[in-house]
């Protein structure tokens, strides 16, 4: 056991979105050297308290060479990504930024998501699939269209429910477990009270995301490297390094470049994500092309099939039990989510710190190669 570590988690990993807030301005404030930033939010929390994203930026802000740590796009996830963000300040690794690098600390880019402990936006919307151009068509997903109503049905027990589960393993049966997933997981945007909704325009956390980037002159660097926490695939508490379709193989060969053989593709079907629509990758591609390496760090907690029921429960609240949501049923469909994507368990949390200080060390390399 690495107790260096154990109790940095026990330090950096929080209860809920106001404590995590709170610890990572405590550690600007405690750096000295940290250029902060707050973005308020226009919903509240559950306590009608403000949100806000809260952003550092450490380094020359000339610098030609930037790395980003983002947490809480998927709110819920927030977590996780917060606490690694935590231990690179308290490992001072801003120490180790040379000349002409810099660093850019982005905590809960998503903060409605991260204080309701829900996985998409004050929209409804799921962020990862809303960087999609709204101008032009939106990308179709017929397999959701045709589960829509068993996905999130109007009853969540009863006969209304166990019909709607029928339907959706007569689509199993018929269609095969990964056409399955692809209708359920990669995106759609007709269903604004189902999963995986992609918005009808642009959400407050995406226009948030541009305006950071845009304030820190993020499109005009010559390199810019991306991890952004997730939890919810894979393997028990691992961090498997995804890169998206968006930035094609060159980008993939670029992460590998950097992070290593562990890093997956969608494309070539090693990723434990499917191909999606809309990624915040879809963004940093319009953005910076070949200047940029995007990945994913997905921390895997349980399997998908459980958390199907925990993100039907969390859906179906908000589109048919509204008046429920403040109330003792609503409260434990939040608690049920939140441990989904957050296992208040020393060894999930003393291996999502391990692998994340691994991921800090390469990207500082990656920028000083």
Known sequence: MNDAIVQAANKHFSSNYFEARQKFRDHIRDAGMGEAAVYPSPARGPGGEELSTDVAWFGDRGASKVGILISATHGAEGYCGSAAQLDWLAERGYERLKSDEAMLLIHAINPYGFAWDRRVTQEGSDLNRNFVDFTAPLPQNEGYDALADSLVPREVDGPVFAAAEARIEKY??????????????????????????????????????????????????????????????????????????????????????????????????????????????????????????????????????????????????????????????????????????????????????????????????????
């Open 172 to 369: 199993r049966a018929t269609h095969g477990e990964v056409a399955y997933r692809k209708a359920r997981t990669t995106g759609q945007y007709r269903h604004p009270n189902g999963m995986f909704f992609g918005g009808f325009g642009p959400t407050v956390a995406r226009q948030t995301l541009e305006r950071i980037v845009s304030d820190y002159d993020i499109a005009s660097r010559r390199l810019v490297l991306i991890v952004d926490y997730h939890t919810g695939l894979g393997p028990y508490g691992y961090g498997e390094l995804q890169c998206e379709q968006a930035s094609g193989m060159s980008g993939y060969q670029r992460a590998r470049d950097i992070f290593g053989g562990s890093v997956t593709s969608p494309d070539l079907g090693t990723s434990s994500a499917l191909v999606l629509s809309g990624t915040q990758d879809d963004y940093w591609q319009r953005i910076l092309g070949d200047r940029h390496v995007y990945v994913c760090l997905e921390f895997g907690t349980y399997p998908p099939e459980v958390a199907r029921p925990v993100l039907r429960a969390d859906h179906w609240l908000y589109a048919y039990r509204q008046t429920e949501i403040d109330g003792a049923f609503g409260r434990d469909i939040r608690r049920r989510v939140k441990d989904h994507y957050y296992p208040d368990r020393p060894d999930w949390k003393e291996m999502v710190l391990y692998r994340s200080r691994q991921v800090h060390r390469q990207m500082m390399e990656g920028m000083s190669a």
